[in-house]
Every structure is written in C-alpha cells, then in structure tokens.
C-alpha cells in the first residue's frame, strides 16, 4: 500500500476554494487520486490437445493515493492558529483516506486469492497473451471494485467532519477567524 501523503500544501483565495468545493464554509480541501498497478506470472500446462490452460501463479498489486494536494485558505499566516487548524482538519482527511484503503486491504487480498486459485482459462498456444490480457482486466475490475467500496467510505467518513456545524466548531479554538462572518452568512443560507 502506497499511503496518502500530502505533496504539497498550496495557499487558495476564498472565492477558488469555492468554486473547487462548491461549498463557501469550506476553508481548506484534501485531494488525492487513488491508483492501483499489478504485475501478474502465469503458469501453464497441456491439457492433452491443441490447447493449454493458463493460470495465475502470482498477483503482485500496489494501491494507494497519488497527487496528494492539501489547499488551506491562504488569508492566514503559516504560524496563525486559524492556519494550524485547518491545517490539522485537512490532515484528518489524509488520516480517512489512509485508514478506510488499509481496512479494504485484507478483503481484496482475499478476493484476489480465491480469484487466482479459480481463474483457468483453456487457450491454444498462439493466444496466451490475449487470454492474460483477459485474466489481468478481469483481476483489474475486482480490485477497482474494492477501491470504489473504499472511496464511498471515505466520502462518507470525509461528509460527517466536513459539515458547516463542524466548521463552526472548530472555528473556536481561534479567533479572529475573517472568513467566519462569511461562513456563518453562507451557512444560513444553504439551509
């Protein structure tokens, strides 16, 4: 598993971090690209004809996150305690992305093993790559499968922290918030 590890904090106007969340009492967003890449070895054997059948010997996957963004309102100051508080509810959606992919981990492995104990296909010689090809997109789809059930987890996780109530709560451990007066504005009118 490659973790999610923030690449680069970048600094965003309030009116981009708007249009990037849809949401005005946003003030910093996660971004994260989930990827999967695996490398397969096949065996074979003759089944006494013209034909082989080709099997999995070994799946050898990597998944995790790339392209990890952090966007933290650029109003205020590295040091400022509005900064570091956004700062560590942004790092908490790094935490979501790194616990929800690890708690799909075991499911997937035991998919992909029960899948490569009972994925042997019959082919004639000249079409051993066509029918890996086939193998290796059918093993694709499952492990898509389990990082799609692991997104909806961490958009579900990411939703109950990213509420306006929540926000406004962790609006006071600071003050002097700038952008609070807006946020509350918004927030009455999303309703």
Request: proline share 3%; aromatic share 6%; with cysteine.
């Amino acid at each position: 598993m490659q973790p999610a590890t923030p690449q680069q904090i970048i600094r965003i106007d309030q009116q981009a971090l708007v249009r990037k969340t849809g949401k005005p009492y946003i003030l910093g967003l996660t971004e994260a690209k989930a990827f999967s890449v695996g490398q397969y070895t096949f065996g074979r054997y003759a089944d006494g004809q013209e034909k082989q059948c080709l099997y999995i010997t070994g799946i050898d996957f990597t998944i995790g996150y790339e392209d990890v963004l952090i966007y933290i309102l650029g109003e205020y100051p590295r040091e400022s305690c509005q900064y570091g508080v956004i700062h560590a509810h942004e790092m908490r959606h790094v935490e979501i992305l790194n616990q929800e992919l690890q708690r799909a981990l075991p499911g997937l492995k035991q998919d992909l093993s029960r899948i490569s104990r009972n994925l042997t296909q019959r082919v004639r010689p000249q079409r051993t790559q066509q029918a890996q090809r086939a193998i290796e997109t059918r093993v694709r789809g499952r492990v898509r499968l389990a990082i799609n059930r692991a997104m909806r987890r961490v958009d579900r996780a990411n939703a109950r922290i990213d509420t306006k109530q929540a926000y406004l709560a962790e609006n006071r451990k600071c003050r002097n918030w700038r952008s609070i007066a807006h946020a509350s504005q918004s927030s009455q009118h999303m309703d």
